[in-house]
């Protein structure tokens, strides 16, 4: 529910970047492959552009939502032992950190093709320290443990594409097909929608 909540709150202000993102890159995209010749992988291009817009996503969220008038905070645990586990505000600011960094670690590992899972932490580390730096300039606040908690969401990014990568190595050849692959990430989109725009399927059967 909390996704789905923080999801509904940025859209409005997010929906005509991502059209415009999503047209211009859409176009550039198919316009390259087209004047190069080059062989067009549905699953491929729409992670790519997935990934571009999940950038956009959290870059609304670190710098618009929920400012914090509060004061910096440089003690490790600090701020995360401060709430009552499974309370909305738990949720929220602990694991709502972790999830907001779980596709930075995936797509960091499936486009880096990396299996060592220091290289995702000491890119998501340099990346979450950047924007609790940036935070601080732009009336919001440095928080060490939103570092620590976004640290934790880019690993289990990495182990999800390291758990995911096995599994599919191990399947039928079938099964790592790009036909395959094509309807998998289509399905994934789809249910994804589903849930965060909180469409009732049976009302549309």
Known sequence: MIVRDVFN???????????IITV???TLRL????????????????????????????FHVVTFQDVNYGVNNFIPFKEIFRYDIGSYKFIKN????????????????????????????????????TIEFVQMYIGRVFDIDDIILNVVGGIC??????????????LPRLFSSNLFLNFLVIVLIILMCIYLFNINIFRLI
């Not at 709150?9 to 059209?19: G, N, R, S, T």
């Not at 729409?46 to 999940?54: A, K, N, R, S, T």
Request: proline share 3%; net charge positive; with cysteine.
């Open 94 to 129: 602990i694991v709502g950190n972790i999830v907001l960094f779980i596709p930075y670690g995936f797509f960091a590992s499936y486009y880096l093709k990396k299996r060592k899972m220091f290289t995702i932490f000491s890119l998501t580390l340099i990346v979450s320290t």
């Open 24 to 26: 211009i890159v859409s």
């Open 31 to 58: 316009a390259y492959l087209l004047r190069n010749k080059k062989g067009f992988c549905l699953y491929k291009e729409l992670l790519g552009l997935m990934f571009m817009i999940y950038i956009l996503c959290l």
């Open 9 to 19: 709150d940025i859209l409005p202000d997010i929906l005509p970047m991502v059209i």
């Open 157 to 170: 990014g990495y182990l999800l594409f390291v758990g995911l990568d096995a599994i599919q190595s191990k």
